[in-house]
Nanobody, 115 residues
Framework: QVQLVESGGGLVQPGGSLRLSCSAS????????WGWYRQAPGKQRELVAR???????NYADSVKGRFTISRDNAKNMVDLQMNSVKPEDTAVYYC?????????WGKGTLVTVSS
């Protein structure tokens, strides 16, 4: 089992920045992918950004150029730097890992973009 804990959510003004972190613990042998997903009220959960073990990243079109995903393999952590945030970025953000084919989710952290 792998446990994921997100942190860093909160209230931020449009145009501002926020950094989310996700820490993994438990039976971690080989994480294939780290990902950040989000779910806005009344909408389906969607991929925000993902980083694959080899270092390749991909982003949702809506966040390209504004968000950056990074990882620290030694600490089993992944971050999401969110810049130039918009009201439509308001959502619960979830950390996700694929550890040798097993998928795990964190409980989420709420990000609210509002003036």
């Amino acid at each position: 089992q792998v446990q994921l804990v997100e942190s860093g959510g909160g209230l931020v003004q449009p145009g501002g920045s926020l950094r989310l972190s996700c820490s993994a613990s438990g039976s971690i042998f080989s994480i294939y992918t780290w990902g950040w997903y989000r779910q806005a009220p009344g909408k389906q959960r969607e991929l925000v950004a993902r980083i694959i073990r080899g270092g390749m990243t991909n982003y949702a079109d809506s966040v390209k150029g504004r968000f950056t995903i990074s990882r620290d393999n030694a600490k089993n952590m992944v971050d999401l730097q969110m810049n130039s945030v918009k009201p439509e970025d308001t959502a619960v953000y979830y950390c996700n890992v694929n550890e040798r084919g097993n998928v795990y989710w964190g409980k989420g952290t709420l990000v609210t973009v509002s003036s």
